[in-house]
């Protein structure tokens, strides 16, 4: 009997061992995945709520963009990505191809012209 209740805690101390070193690994990728995240908000235009989901889904385009949320009155869309997969210039680009001129990437032609119209906006 005593033999067993010995094997029982040794096993139980086994399990909360492996249980703490899950937990320490998970934390370290946490922080490692904190570290790897920046952020950064940049003006784009555009005009409504069409306008806000069309915005949002081309910043989320390019891999390693975790956030992205563009707001309808000031023309900010503020994105959260890992430099080490992107670039803010490439989350500009990717917004100017679905139309909508970022403050460093002019849309085309086309693509602006291809905008719903009450999507479009008057550009400088």
Known sequence: MRKN?????????SFAGVSVQAQNTNTTKQ????????TATFEVNGKC????KRIE?????????????????????AVKYDPA???EADIQKHVAGVGHDTEQV???????????GCCQYERM
Do not use: H, R
Not at 31 to 38: K, R
Not at 49 to 52: E, F, L, T
């Open 57 to 77: 889904k081309a910043a989320l385009g390019p891999e390693g963009v975790q956030s992205a949320s563009w707001d309808v009155e000031t023309k900010a869309l």
């Open 106 to 116: 002019k849309a085309t032609e086309e693509a602006y012209g291809s905008l719903p």
């Open 5 to 13: 209740i010995l094997t029982i805690a040794l096993m139980f101390g």
């Open 85 to 87: 997969k992107v670039t």
């Open 49 to 52: 709520g069409m306008c806000k």
């Open 31 to 38: 922080t490692a995945v904190a570290q790897a995240t920046e």
